[in-house]
Every structure is written in C-alpha cells, then in structure tokens.
C-alpha cells in the first residue's frame, strides 16, 4: 500500500512542471449558427433598381396542406415568410417584419438581407415577401421576390436583379 502513494507522489511531482493541459472551449464545438444584427443601420434604406420575381405557388399549396393537417405554422406570418427563403446559408441575416395591425391587419411585409455569403462578388442577397391573411387566419404568399448588391463593380450602392461581376 504504502508502494502506491509514493508512486502517486512521484507522478504529481513529475507532473507538476509539466504546462496544463488546454481545455476546450465551448465556442470550439458550438457549430456556427446564424446571428441577426445591425451592422450596417442603412442597408434597409439601400434603393432597389429591380427584382427578381421567385415562384411561390407551391408553397401556398403547402400552407393549405399544413392547416388542413391540424399545423399552425401558417397562421404566423413570420414563419410563412421564413419558409418561402427555406435554408439560409449566410453567416448573418438581418430581417425586417412590418406589419400594420390597425390600419391593414390582413397585410404583412418582410425583408431579409443575407450578408456574409460564400460568393464573395456579393455584398447581400435581399428578399421582399408580401403575404395576405385570409378569412381562414392564415396567411398566404403574395409575392416574392429578390436582389442582390455587388461587393465591386455593377451595384455596390443598390440591390439589382443584374448579376454581379
């Protein structure tokens, strides 16, 4: 026995001069996730030249389809507006919901600004979608549509339907 602890003694003293060992850091494991910010207070304001419609149909298909399976998803404009993006793949959003709950309850808008993109020829990716709420509370999709904002050459000061260089 007394064998034992003097091994444990010499281990510590051995181990005593050797550098600690280096835990990990939460922020290591965590995976990346998306964060919404105010980087920059007047990218909203940027004007629009054009945009590119985006085909909805099917997902206004999908709304009937989930409220008649009993999910409430569609009742929340929000959510509806997220879905017709479906997976965002940017490193930050910025997202603006508007609606007028006293002068048009029955009409919301949302924008999304998507910055930090693979494609490092584009600054943002916008998209404006306009939904309507019907007499069954939920919401359907009015339109869809979006723009990007070069980060050189074409539009560096507007969002544009025009491909960037």
Not at 73 to 96: C, H, N, Q, Y
């Amino acid at each position: 026995m007394r064998w034992i602890l003097g091994a444990a003694v010499l281990l510590l003293a051995a181990c005593s001069s050797c550098p600690p060992a280096e835990a990990p850091t939460l922020e290591a494991e965590a995976p990346p996730a998306v964060r919404i910010f105010v980087a920059e207070p007047d990218i909203l304001d940027l004007p629009i030249l054009d945009e590119q419609p985006i085909e909805f149909a099917a997902l206004n298909a999908e709304i009937v389809r989930a409220w008649q399976a009993g999910q409430m998803w569609p009742t929340r404009a929000f959510d509806v507006a997220m879905r017709a993006l479906g997976p965002i793949e940017s490193s930050a959003a910025k997202i603006d919901f508007r609606s007028q709950p006293v002068e048009s309850p029955e009409v919301a808008w949302v924008v999304v600004i998507l910055t930090g993109l693979l494609d490092d020829s584009i600054a943002a990716v916008r998209y404006s979608i306009h939904l309507d709420l019907q007499l069954d509370q939920t919401w359907r999709i009015r339109y869809v549509g979006t723009s990007t904002r070069c980060a050189r050459g074409g539009h560096t000061d507007a969002f544009s339907a025009s491909p960037c260089p």
